[in-house]
């Protein structure tokens, strides 16, 4: 059996560190908030190469609490790309803002800048960057374009922890960075958990008395916030695996290639392509095949998970039927029923990629 993911053996790689982590916040009862949040919060804002990063409970927390840190005008149009999972969009709604989507580029698949620049209207406010599947988006366009139309970019990190463009970390380049630890994350906790990251200090300051109850001490709450936290125990298992974070993303990089090159000559199926300015961290390897389901299939009877991400594209779902925005001729919207997303993670040998690669070449 190829496993699309398996957690359970990256664990026992770094058992010891993990249980003994878990203990010390067990023996000090640091559960919520204490030294182990802090701790965490202060590596992986130097990690990403920002001034501040605030714990939240999950990713799509990260996402809201970012969107609302920055005050846009009620009702605003926050322009999404249709191919992304459902929460980049939902943080929109859920703010208090317009959901407009916009189409994907076809080579690399985040944001379509032609399409994004079609898409502003006097009411856009923010655009949603995705960097889908590892791959960060063409940020100096998105950096112009939003200087030039007083955009505000929320830069959904989720799948993109370590991704670089140009030579900077993603999370720091636009005005706020919203990350997800989920366990399938490319840095994972063992259940839920978010961060935001952000360079300007007063922004910081209301994420993080936004995701508190707006309080500034135990008592004196400024405004109605909510509860959003990084715990304790999360917390200390994500410091053990940050430390293993580039490890794990040089082998997924190995891995890549690896099937790149193997796969480089067979028939029908598109490979990632990876523009040049970008390290792409490869939360997902994602092939573009033309009888996709049929392959998918071929695939499981051999015992290789296989996954789609995603199988409907956004403005197709029924969430968004009420959007009544035209979208038909989206790429994003036809490409959903050919893209399939191949093993990938420090869990595969040199063996499984290769036997993947065949499979998918005998299909
Ligand atoms: C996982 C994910 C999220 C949401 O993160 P959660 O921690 O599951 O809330 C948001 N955006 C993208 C692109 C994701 O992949």
């Known amino acids: 059996m190829v496993k699309f993911l398996d957690l359970y053996s990256q664990y026992k790689t770094i058992k010891p560190e993990i249980d003994n982590a878990i203990n010390s916040v067990i023996s000090k009862s640091a559960y919520i908030g204490g030294e182990?949040?802090?701790?965490?919060?202060?590596?992986?804002?130097?990690?990403?190469?920002?001034?501040?990063?605030?714990?939240?409970?999950?990713?799509?927390?990260?996402?809201?609490?970012?969107?609302?840190?920055?005050?846009?005008?009620?009702?605003?149009?926050?322009?999404?790309?249709?191919?992304?999972?459902?929460?980049?969009?939902?943080?929109?709604?859920?703010?208090?803002h317009k959901v407009v989507f916009c189409d994907c580029d076809p080579r690399d698949y985040t944001i379509s800048i032609d399409d994004l620049k079609?898409?502003?209207?006097?009411?856009?406010?923010?655009?949603?960057?995705?960097?889908?599947?590892?791959?960060?988006?063409?940020?100096?366009?998105?950096?112009?374009?939003a200087k030039?139309?007083?955009?505000?970019?929320?830069?959904?990190?989720a799948q993109a922890h370590g991704a670089e463009y140009k030579g900077r970390l993603v999370g720091g380049i636009g005005d706020v960075g919203a990350f997800?630890?989920?366990?399938?994350?490319?840095?994972g906790a063992f259940g839920d958990g978010g961060a935001i990251t952000i360079n300007d200090n007063k922004l910081a300051l209301r994420c993080r008395k936004i995701a508190n109850h707006g309080r500034t001490e135990k008592y004196n709450h400024e405004f109605e916030g909510r509860n959003?936290?990084?715990?304790?125990?999360?917390?200390?298992?994500?410091?053990?695996?940050?430390?293993?974070?580039d490890e794990w993303?040089?082998?997924?990089?190995?891995?890549?290639?690896?099937?790149?090159?193997?796969?480089?000559?067979?028939?029908?199926?598109?490979?990632?392509?990876?523009?040049?300015?970008?390290?792409?961290v490869y939360h997902l390897y994602v092939i573009r095949a033309l009888k996709r389901d049929a392959l998918k299939k071929y695939l499981e009877k051999k015992d290789i998970q296989i996954g789609i991400h995603y199988p409907?594209?956004?403005?197709?779902?029924n969430a968004y039927q009420y959007l009544e925005q035209n979208t038909t001729h989206f790429f994003a919207c036809k490409n959903d029923q050919y893209?399939?997303?191949?093993?990938?993670?420090?869990?595969l040998s040199g063996a499984n990629v290769a036997f993947v690669s065949d499979m998918i070449c005998d299909f």
Do not use: W
Not at 119 to 145: E, R
Not at 228 to 245: E, N, T
């Open 36 to 96: 182990y949040v802090s701790k965490f919060e202060t590596e992986f804002a130097s990690y990403q190469g920002v001034k501040y990063c605030v714990g939240v409970g999950n990713g799509t927390d990260a996402l809201e609490i970012a969107i609302e840190s920055l005050e846009l005008p009620a009702g605003s149009e926050i322009i999404v790309p249709a191919n992304s999972f459902i929460a980049s969009a939902e943080a929109v709604t859920r703010t208090g």
């Open 249 to 280: 993303t040089a082998r997924r990089i190995a891995i890549a290639e690896e099937y790149s090159e193997k796969l480089k000559d067979c028939d029908d199926v598109v490979l990632p392509y990876q523009n040049r300015d970008v390290k792409h």
């Open 148 to 157: 030039r139309n007083n955009l505000k970019i929320i830069e959904d990190c």
């Open 339 to 347: 893209q399939l997303s191949l093993p990938m993670g420090s869990h």
């Open 228 to 245: 959003s936290r990084l715990d304790g125990l999360q917390a200390a298992i994500l410091s053990v695996k940050l430390k293993c974070l």
């Open 118 to 145: 079609r898409n502003i209207s006097s009411n856009t406010s923010a655009i949603m960057a995705v960097h889908l599947y590892g791959h960060p988006c063409d940020m100096d366009a998105l950096l112009d374009i």
């Open 180 to 187: 997800s630890f989920y366990p399938g994350k490319n840095l």
């Open 312 to 317: 409907i594209a956004l403005p197709k779902l």
